[in-house]
């Protein structure tokens, strides 16, 4: 019987591909974001708002992860905007490999904005590093204003968090103040935004955000 | 529910690190776990298990050393442990906090056996 010592992240081979996904984005002067929420918080409706305010105004491209179904995919193209669907048949998150296979139907050279909708799930997504700048992270007042609370990973992990569906508050137990706090518990350093897909509110903000961020974006290339 | 594709990636660097001049067994695996890493280790022990049939590491316990989480602090530049849904460092009660521990997902080790496991 013997030893063998190994000491290397199970993750490292997602981990380096996350890496070069990052590089090729710098070389394109590409701001990346990872959209994840649990399932029906509003991810897509919210990327179909946004690509509504910034369709013509900011090249930008959408790969869209689900399950099962091209349906997101259908749903994005309707705007205009050059969109890639991954079928993850039955993974339950995104992995590196599958963005950077997704990249290769995408002219990046024309693109500005990429937005990545994972897979909704508020657990395993955390883990898996695509090669984005950041992650967005969607709660809805219809999931209550505990799921920080529940989900702790996700929302440290997270830079930006949306609060969506705020126009349903008036109806629900759930408080918006408590669902900040909750999260600036967890991730003092997130910025967070109220929208609602239905309203719009908070869609032009969001949006603007958007599109500075997406100017900061410096090509190394 | 990702704990699948987790044991293929731990069964792929085991195999990675067996010898090549010899048929060995792995008994073994050593895992380092965060609290914070979102793995559950019975669903992983589980997959594991499932997938290692057939292969070298067929019947090969995983161990797992979990790591609280651990974060260190800005401000009085102390580390202490904390609780993932709380980021407030404990002595001093700020929120300046840099995650120290707690998030690893590492394979530390293995114990391996020549031929079929009953050798030297």
Known sequence: MSVITIERKVLEKNDEIA???????????LFVINLVSSPGAGKTSLLERTLEHLAGSLPLAVIEGDVQTDLDAQRVARYGVPAVQIVTAGGC?????????????LDLARVRLLIIENVGNLV???NYDLGEAMKVVVASTTEGDDKPLKYPAMFRNAAVMIINKIDLVPYLPCDPARLRANAL?????LRVFETSCTTG????????WLVEQSGSAVRTA | MHELSIAQSILEIVRQNLPLDREVSVSVVRLR??????VIPDSLEFCFSAIAQGTPAEGAALEIEHVPLTARCAACGRESAIEPTRFICPLCGSNDLTVAGGRE????????ADGNGSGP
């Open chain 1, 19 to 29: 890496r070069q996904n990052r590089a090729l984005f710098a070389e394109h002067g």
């Open chain 1, 93 to 105: 998150h995104l992995e590196a490999q599958l963005v950077r296979d997704a990249l290769g139907a």
């Open chain 1, 124 to 126: 395993c997504p955390s």
């Open chain 1, 185 to 189: 518990q967890i991730n003092p350093a």
């Open chain 1, 201 to 208: 509110a908070g869609i032009p903000a969001w949006s603007a």
């Open chain 2, 33 to 38: 776990i965060g609290v914070m890493a979102g």
């Open chain 2, 105 to 112: 997902m590492q394979v530390r080790e293995i114990e391996i």
